[in-house]
């Protein structure tokens, strides 16, 4: 079982750096992906993972700190807003669109009350 997290979490930790390159991929949640899937199955990848710049820059400030910028807000948002608006329209199942639209609203609330804004 642990091979299976470490491969994905590489697969997801590929994906978000190649979020930075293609705007369409997100960048933070493969990377926060990768950042459970490591803590759950590797201790080595997972303290490589948390010293990488790429972390560093797009993962650490909003969840350790619970700061981001005003434009990385939005930007955290809208591809939330995106990439589970198609999944919801994808979902043949009613429960399934249920539990998409709580997990986005549990988001929203999250960046909008719980996460501080800060200067750039």
Known sequence: MKILLIIFGIISFVLGAIGIILPILPTTPFLLLSAFL??????????????TKLYQKYINEMVIERKTTRKKRNQSLFTVTLVFFIAILITPVRIGKICLLIMMSIHHFIMLKKV?????
């Open 38 to 51: 490591f803590s759950k199955s590797s201790d080595r990848f997972h303290q490589y993972l948390i010293q």
């Open 116 to 120: 501080e804004i800060v200067n750039e």
